[in-house]
């Protein structure tokens, strides 16, 4: 299928009125498919991606019943860039879980000096299959660090790779083809500046990154409307 065809695939769409609502549904939802991973498997595999929108997400988890015990928490996406740089996605992550979360936390390898090495590394360290994985939605239609244009599109294995320079930054990310081999993928698209992207990603329009999600198991929660 090429990149201006649209996919067959569907995906389930919970629509709230607000972006708080959106993010509290969403909320509820990782911790049912948590509990549900560690009952059947004994551990729950999350990847969360960077903007602000997943903060929101994360802060709420203190509402429900979570094994964050069992639980580890990878990252989607990240800003190459020292530990304690403010813009490090890392850096949101950590101060949107809930204090003294026993979760085990799998930062991107993206202070390293080879960071080909770095991905091969990250991989690595990825399971077979991510539980659920967590994707926003930009209104040029990127999703993680998948951007339109830049070749890292196109690159498969190892499943985590380096983007060229977008928005002043390059970034580690997770590949279409480990996206599509999680069990389920979680959108929370918050925001009305994204609606045309919206309605590309839910046509499937493959012109845009988001589109060439090929991921099975897809569930959307949105503030807005239809």
């Given at each position: 299928m090429s990149p201006g065809e649209t996919s067959r695939r569907r995906i389930r769409v919970v629509r709230r009125a607000t972006a708080d609502l959106a993010a509290q549904d969403a909320a509820a939802h990782v911790a049912a498919v948590a509990r549900r991973a560690v009952a059947q498997r004994g551990s729950f595999?999350?990847?969360?991606?960077?903007?602000?929108?997943?903060?929101?997400?994360?802060?709420?988890?203190?509402?429900?019943?979570?094994?964050?015990?069992s639980t580890q928490v990878f990252q989607v996406d990240e800003r190459i860039g020292p530990r304690d740089d403010p813009q490090r996605n890392l850096t949101g992550l950590l101060a949107a879980l809930p204090a003294g979360c026993p979760a085990e936390i799998i930062p991107m390898p993206v202070e390293d000096a080879d960071l080909a090495v770095g991905c091969a590394t990250y991989a690595r360290a990825l399971p077979p299959r991510l539980d659920l994985v967590h994707l926003g939605l930009g209104a040029d239609g990127h999703t993680a660090s998948l951007v339109p244009g830049d070749p890292v599109l196109e690159v498969a294995e190892p499943g985590v790779a380096v983007t060229g320079i977008y928005r002043g930054r390059r970034r580690m990310t997770l590949t279409f083809l480990r996206i599509a081999r999680a069990r389920q993928v979680l959108w929370l698209v918050t925001g009305e500046e994204k609606r045309d992207a919206l309605d590309r990603l839910l046509v499937g329009d493959r012109s845009i990154p988001a589109g060439r999600v090929d991921n099975p198991d897809q569930v959307l929660f949105t503030d807005i409307p239809g």
């Open positions: 595999a999350l990847a969360v991606s960077g903007g602000r929108s997943p903060w929101r997400m994360l802060a709420e988890l203190a509402e429900h019943e979570m094994p964050w015990a």
